[in-house]
């Protein structure tokens, strides 16, 4: 994968943020740039995707609603489906 240099400008377009987030960032050393003469940085394109994907977080799948509408069908006495007559550790008492 080829590595494209970003200006502080080109790189905060592409992650959606200001431009002085993105200084900030650099001044506190939260992101990798080189220092392109006294005054001058540039961000890899590489370290650009790197942060994009290491701040993906996972869709969570919503439970089965258990009340309301949209809940799945009880049975008696509000036991759900597949629970009707679960294992018993309990020893009759004679």
Do not use: F, H
């Not at 905060?12 to 900030?24: D, N, Q, T, V, Y």
């Amino acid at each position: 994968m080829e590595s494209e240099l970003l200006t502080i400008r080109e790189a905060a377009r592409r992650l959606g943020l200001r431009e002085k987030s993105l200084r900030r960032w650099v001044s506190l050393r939260k992101i990798e740039y080189i220092r392109a003469g006294e005054r001058a940085v540039r961000i890899s394109s590489v370290e650009i995707d790197r942060l994009i994907e290491s701040g993906r977080v996972p869709r969570i799948v919503k439970p089965t609603p258990t009340k309301g509408r949209n809940a799945e069908p009880c049975l008696p006495g509000g036991r759900q489906r597949g629970t009707e007559n679960p294992p018993s550790s309990e020893v009759p008492i004679a």
